[in-house]
């Protein structure tokens, strides 16, 4: 009996061992391609992040493609703080009201205008600083009251202040020469009155938003250069108009509620 049952017992481990090389599994070695693609594919991603994050987006053109999308859509357009906060979708949007194309308007006006002496423009990181140098041309000395030529300038540029949509802010600046009146004890007195009454007159005047526009005075103390001839006081003694860029772009002011 003993010989009969050891040949069964190796005929049913043959019949074992010739089913084992039909159930093969898959083990963690055959699948070393998925390490490969998953590295790939962060690869990508990486190299699509970085082109991202060093391209430059031109914000009028991303204003433009909004609203010609949303007017396909007959929608109101709006996007991150657009021109007018998007408050007005019926608003044309005009590419003049963009910085660069308010700089130039501004440079050919004082060139036509002759006025390179008295009005200067440039950008800076703050935003387009248009300045007017409050000499004898603009005010009397030690004194905030515009002349007929301070006023004719404001005239000029307040479309363009309105158009651009964006805060503003006016600096009055003076030189180191020391003055005590009745009216005005120092020059902190004198450059904020000269930059509240430009304020003034653009809100009462030409209709600039209030919300959007303040004053500064900063005496003598944030000069363009030295204070040591005539030349430099004069460039020192100035009203700065500045169309502030960046975060400072106005926004519409929120509607209060009712109770």
Not at 107 to 134: A, P
Not at 141 to 160: F, H, V
Request: glycine share 6%.
């Amino acid at each position: 009996m003993a010989q009969p049952i050891k040949s069964a017992a190796r005929a049913a481990e043959s019949s074992l061992r010739a089913k084992k090389p039909e159930e093969k599994l898959e083990t963690a070695g055959m699948m070393r391609w998925l390490l490969t693609y998953a590295d790939m594919i962060t690869l990508m991603l990486a190299l699509f992040i970085i082109l991202f994050a060093m391209s430059t987006i031109s914000r009028v053109k991303v204003q433009a493609f909004a609203k010609s999308v949303s007017g396909g859509f007959n929608n109101v357009w709006s996007i991150n703080q657009p021109p007018n906060g998007g408050a007005n979708g019926s608003e044309s949007f005009n590419a003049s009201s963009s910085i660069p194309a308010i700089e130039k308007e501004l440079e050919q006006y004082v060139k036509q205008s002759h006025l390179e002496q008295q009005v200067q423009v440039h950008d800076e990181t703050r935003g387009l600083v248009i300045t007017l140098l409050s000499d004898k041309s603009y005010y009397d000395s030690g004194s905030a009251e515009m002349r007929p030529e301070t006023l004719k300038i404001l005239d000029r540029i307040a479309p363009l202040l309105k158009r651009s949509g964006r805060n503003i802010r006016v600096e009055g600046n003076t030189d180191n020469v020391p003055i005590s009146t009745a009216l005005y004890p120092s020059n902190w007195e004198l450059s904020t009155a000269r930059a509240v009454g430009v304020v003034r007159y653009l809100v009462e005047h030409e209709g600039i938003d209030p919300t959007r526009i303040s004053a500064a005075g900063y005496g003598q103390f944030k000069p363009r250069t030295q204070n040591r001839t005539e030349a430099e006081r004069q460039q020192n003694r100035r009203v700065d108009i500045v169309l502030l860029s960046g975060s400072d772009v106005a926004a519409p002011p929120t509607a209060e509620k009712g109770p």
